[in-house]
């Protein structure tokens, strides 16, 4: 998919929705990638947000040795790379880009991979880490979004446990809701 930079703030205002995202790291010359729903946005300008990860996840240790990532949008599109993603460790050995046939390009301020078919990416340097919660929080230096992007043509995905999903649905603006 081709993307374009974009301006850093408004990454938010797709972040700041909580959608499902995929976090990819760099261990060595592997490209990790796992599929999180804990994140949430805390500031606009400088973008940053807060992401809670396992200490079982592979990726995990490397993105507190390399404190990079980038935070790739997922939409319902796609959901399957979610849970091929989702349903395996890499262990640090495995490259789940090259098992699934996932595309990826190589970030430009971080050492990981943005993936191509992931409407729009977000380049994050750690901030903080807090090993004790699993608590990170990230701040964005660099947007990418799809040429084609608008609300309409994608859809976040959301997490609402227990194998549940929705899309970002129907949209009001304010002046409609207080009609
Ligand atoms: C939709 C979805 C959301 C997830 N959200 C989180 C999350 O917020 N935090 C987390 O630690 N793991 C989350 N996971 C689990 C990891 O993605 C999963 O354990 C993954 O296999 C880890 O890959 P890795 O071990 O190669 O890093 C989620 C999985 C799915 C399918």
Known sequence: MKKHEAELSSSMNLIGQCPVVIV?????DLDLGMPVAWIMGSDYDPPRIAMTLGKWNSTY???VESKECVINVASKEN???????????SNLETDKFAKFGVARTGA????A??????????????EKADEELGLFI??????????DYSPERYHLLHSLGDVLYSDDGEKFAKKDLLK
């Not at 990819?24 to 060595?28: L, P």
């Not at 430009?108 to 050492?111: D, E, G, K, P, Q």
């Not at 990230?138 to 040429?147: I, M, S």
């Open 24 to 28: 990819t790291a760099r261990h060595g």
């Open 61 to 63: 240790g490397p993105l």
């Open 79 to 89: 959901a399957r790379l979610v849970f091929e993603f989702g349903s395996c460790h």
């Open 108 to 111: 430009s301020l971080v050492r």
């Open 113 to 126: 991979p943005l993936v191509d078919s992931c409407f729009a990416s977000l380049e994050c340097r750690v």
């Open 138 to 147: 990230l701040k964005g230096v660099k947007f990418w979004l799809a040429d």
